[in-house]
Every structure is written in C-alpha cells, then in structure tokens.
C-alpha cells in the first residue's frame, strides 16, 4: 500500500473524508459503519472539520473511534477562517477535541484564508502544538503565492501539510504547486480526489479510458481515479463516502500500481495543465 509521511508519521496514502456526514441521524449506523469498513481495510487518516454539519461530522467521528486504539488513527480537523485568531482557536479545538473524544488530534488545519493576519494565525496553530492539543498543523486551500508568503513567517515553515482540491479532471496543481510542495518537502492532502460526483468535476468514473484502465486492474472506476491520485508522491487522499463497500473499495486501491500506459490512457483523456491555473476550491 502507497503511503504518505507527515511530520514525522508514516500513513496510508489513502484515508477517509467526512464532510456531510453525520447531518442525517437516519444514515448514522451506515456512516459508522462505513468509517470502520475504511478502518478495517488499513486507513489511519480520518479528514474532518469544525465546519462540517457545525460538529456534527466531528461528533459522528468521535462515536465512530470511541473503541479504536488511539494510536491506529491519525486525526485531521480544521478551523473555521472567523475562528483562526488568537482570541477563539484554541476554543474551537477544544470544541473540536471534547466531539471527537480525544486529547489531541494529529494535525490541525487552517481550513481557508480569512481576514486575521495570516501571522498571528500561524504563531496560535504553532502555540497549540506546544500545549499538548495538536501534534502539527498545516493549511488549507493555499496556492503558491500563499505557501510563499507563508514561508517568510518565522513559523511558516513548521507547516506539516497543505490540502487542496485534486482530482482527475481537476489538475492544475500539478502544474507548479505540486513541485513547490515537493521542493520544500510539504506533503499534499488530495481533496475531493474521485471529483465530488454531482459538484466540480460530475463522472469522472464513466469515461471510457477510466473504465478501461479499471477493467486491465479488475478495479472500479473510482478505484482507478484514487490509485492516479496516489501515484503522486507525497500526495494523501482523503475519499469520502457514506457507503461501507465503497469506503473498502477506496482504501484498497492504495494497492493498485498504476503502469506507464494506464497514466498515457488517463492524460488522453484528462491532459495535464500546459499553464498556471487558478486553485479550484469548494
Ligand atoms: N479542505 C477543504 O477545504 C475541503 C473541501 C472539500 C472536501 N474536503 C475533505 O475532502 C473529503 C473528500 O472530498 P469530497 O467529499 O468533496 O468529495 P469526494 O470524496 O471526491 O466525493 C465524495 C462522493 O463520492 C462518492 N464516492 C466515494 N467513493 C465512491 C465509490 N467507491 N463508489 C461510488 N461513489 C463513491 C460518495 O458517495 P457514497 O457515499 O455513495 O460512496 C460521495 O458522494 C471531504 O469529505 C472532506 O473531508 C476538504
């Protein structure tokens, strides 16, 4: 299985995404229950965030992990640009802390940029590092110029990730971002990596040279577009779903070694960028 090392942790490349889960009670027995089919076919990173469902996707989490060893999951949440000051962070990780039932998470994420000063921002998420909450924190939804201007603050460099959006049909990052990021050995957190069925990229996993590609590895589409995503190094992703099956089908494409000839099929069909583009976001 392809792995990722952040701040110091080796773990599966692919892990697991919640946004939208835990909004409807009806689904939360399956949700769980897909967090744990996740879990159990060798996912260690769980993505969350103070924003999804305003804790409800936290707390769902929290329920799903109660009676797993703390020391088999690495935990990602975020917070909220109105909440990255030195006045209200460390609330909202505590906040954050008291749903997901732990002491500490493994990462904490600036979610997107606000209005605080992105100094005063980054001297509170290393702070909390120091105090037993966090054991490293990054940023989210930063392109070049950001991570640039990032690294002329005295703490900017103590960044132990940075997550954007990436998929197949979404690849503008590749164009200089992913190089920057490789240069100054910060990993990359691949969001909405099979492409948010039904919002930025819809179907990816019915193009005929996806599905070519997943035939020759006996693998689902959606298989295929998580095994490119991984192939990058130094590149996590964090597929999210609702469904026991697919949560398994998802970790396990971790497995897949895509060939020389799959990747010309997959940029026939979805060519890399030949220019800077802006970042997609969600
Ligand atoms: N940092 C940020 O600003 C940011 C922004 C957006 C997202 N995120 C994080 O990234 C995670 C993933 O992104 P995302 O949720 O936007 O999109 P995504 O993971 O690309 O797509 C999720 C959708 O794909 C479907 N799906 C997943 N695996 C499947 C499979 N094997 N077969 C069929 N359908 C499958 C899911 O449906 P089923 O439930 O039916 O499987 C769900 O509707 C989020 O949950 C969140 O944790 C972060």
Redesign the pocket.
Known sequence: MQTVTIAGNQVPAIGL?????GDDPSLQTQEIN?IHAGLAAGAEVI???EM?GSGRAETLVGKAIKDIPRDQLYLIS?VLPTNASKQHMERSLDASLKRLGVDEVDLY?Y??RGTTPLAETIDELQRLTTVGKTKAWGI??FDVSDLEELWQLPNGPKAAAN???F?LGSRGVEYSLLDWQAKHELPFIA?????????LNAHL?RNPNVLKVAQRHNA?A??ILLAWVVSHQQVLA??????PD??K??VLAGDIQLTADDLKLLDEAYPAPTEKLPLD??
């Open positions: 995404g919640t946004w939208h889960m897909a993505d969350t965030a999804y975020k994420l979610h997107w989210s939804n997550e954007d959006l998929n969001y909405s990596p099979v492409g948010a069925p039904d919002q996993d689902s959606y298989q964090i597929p999210q779903s609702s469904n697919h949560a089908e998802n976001v969600l």
